[in-house]
T-cell receptor
């Protein structure tokens, strides 16, 4: 079945460092891919998405490119801030009447 | 903006109690979901509903039931709460299954069963 694997955390970085959180997937067909963010004490909210191969999603300085050849959707940010401290979830929608698949989440700590 | 609200942010119940968690959405979305979130396990789907009075089991339905009598409201019921149901519970909606749509989440209910 479909699955999402993302790097385990926690990830701890200093402010202004470069961030990469890896996400790979397995799916039949042509899924859509998402990154959600969960700030402390809140529910998840969409950070960015890509619906077809080679699409790049971007928001708030974060980017991720849908790479079908490597089945990956890695999240990157060039210069992180303390306010980026949160849990990040990679997710997949297989474009069927079926459940959406989430990775286990990566906790990010940014130190001032 | 889509709004998904959950009846309580924090809840403390005793073992054996019947517990109701309510979720209400204001954007006429067809699909609604209940997840639980636990450290190291991520989000796990309990139940979802694609229409009024329709429900489908997710990955971990045991010990839970759901009710969807109106399109905007999706309730999660713990028939007899147990300590292993202590968790964060998240409700979500989805406008449709096409991949252009994302899920919208409520703020969560942190349930403690003592």
């Amino acid at each position: 079945g479909d699955s999402v694997t993302q790097m385990e955390g926690p990830v701890t970085l200093s402010e202004e460092a470069f961030l990469t959180i890896n996400c790979t997937y397995t799916a039949t067909g042509y899924p859509s891919l998402f990154w959600y963010v969960q700030y402390p004490g809140e529910g998840l909210q969409l950070l960015l998405k890509a619906t077809k191969a080679d699409d790049k999603g971007s928001n708030k300085g974060f980017e991720a490119t849908y790479r079908k050849e490597t089945t990956s959707f890695h999240l990157e940010k060039g210069s992180v801030q303390v306010s980026d401290s949160a849990v990040y979830f990679c997710a997949l929608n297989g474009n069927r009447d079926d459940k959406i698949i989430f990775g286990k989440g990566t906790r990010l700590h940014i130190l001032p | 903006d889509v709004k998904v609200t959950q009846s309580s942010r924090y809840l403390v119940k005793r073992t054996g109690e019947k517990v109701f968690l309510e979720c209400v959405q204001d954007m006429d979305h067809e699909n609604m979901f209940w997840y639980r979130q636990d450290p190291g396990l991520g989000l796990r789907l309990i139940y979802f509903s694609y229409d009024v009075k329709m429900k489908e089991k997710g990955d971990i339905p045991e010990g839970y039931s759901v009710s969807r009598e109106k399109k905007e409201r999706f309730s999660l019921i713990l028939e007899s709460a147990s300590t292993n149901q202590t968790s964060m519970y998240l409700c979500a909606t989805l406008p449709g299954w096409q991949g252009v749509y994302e899920q919208y989440f409520g703020p969560g209910t942190r349930l403690t069963v003592t």
